[in-house]
């Protein structure tokens, strides 16, 4: 089955502890993308990928971090949370520029 | 920058009736293109329709249609005999066209409205 997978899909973790969320798409996509959801914004991008090796800033890319070394995984890294990175994550990702894009279930991360 | 606006934070609608979701975007570019997305409780988001700026007729998928307005950068989702599994928040999105075009991956999302159906 064609998917975006993430890992974990909740987790609660304290102030200050590296992080790591998971990524993969077994769709064999270009782009590869991070969103985060908070009540009231819609979402927002954080980083995207054109392919492996590349990556780029979105608009709220402060305390994130990313990698693209295979095209199939694109993980979201967090060097050190802080609770206003409580929010709702998605991974996406789309096969061409203005397709559609394809998202994982969603992490629901809580930094206390 | 490009914009989403969805005006209508909430919206109600009684079963097997008919209802009409707004959408507005600035761009100053004249290749685009434009989703909405459904959201139900589970989180997940899903497509419901895509339209391409370049062509006029309006897009359709079964009981859900748009009205897309590009002169007046309007993009409303009609939803036609509601069932309650259309119970959800749904969001506009607009996207540029590729990056060597000048524009970016990058899909730009209204604050989305909450849709109930009444039984």
């Known amino acids: 089955e064609a998917q975006v997978t993430q890992n974990p899909r909740y987790l609660i973790t304290v102030t200050g502890k590296k992080l790591t969320v998971t990524c993969s798409q077994n769709?064999?996509?270009?782009?590869m993308s991070w969103y985060r959801q908070d009540p009231g914004l819609g979402l927002r991008q954080i980083y995207y990928s054109m392919n492996v090796e590349v990556t780029d800033k979105g608009d709220v890319p402060e305390g994130y971090k990313v990698s693209r070394k295979e095209k199939r995984n694109f993980p979201l890294i967090l060097e050190s949370p802080s609770p206003n990175q409580t929010s709702l994550y998605f991974c996406a990702s789309s096969p061409r520029p203005g397709s559609e894009a394809f998202f994982g279930q969603g992490t629901r991360l809580t930094v206390v | 920058a490009q914009t989403v606006t969805q005006s209508q934070p909430e919206m109600s609608v009684q079963e097997a009736e008919t209802v009409t979701l707004s959408c507005t975007y600035d761009?100053?570019?004249?290749?685009?293109?434009l989703f909405w997305y459904k959201q139900p409780p589970s989180r997940q988001m899903i497509l419901v329709i895509r339209q391409e700026a370049y062509k006029q007729q309006n897009a359709t998928e079964n009981r859900f249609s748009v009205n897309f307005q590009k002169a007046a950068k309007s993009f409303s989702l009609k939803i036609s005999d509601s069932q309650l599994g259309d119970a959800a928040m749904y969001f506009c999105?607009?996207?540029?066209?590729?990056?060597?075009?000048?524009?970016?991956?990058?899909?730009?999302f209204g604050k989305g409205t909450k849709l109930t159906v009444n039984p």
């Open positions: 769709m064999n996509h270009e782009y």
């Open positions: 999105a607009y996207r540029s066209p590729s990056q060597t075009q000048g524009g970016s991956e990058k899909l730009v």
């Open positions: 761009t100053s570019e004249s290749d685009y293109y």
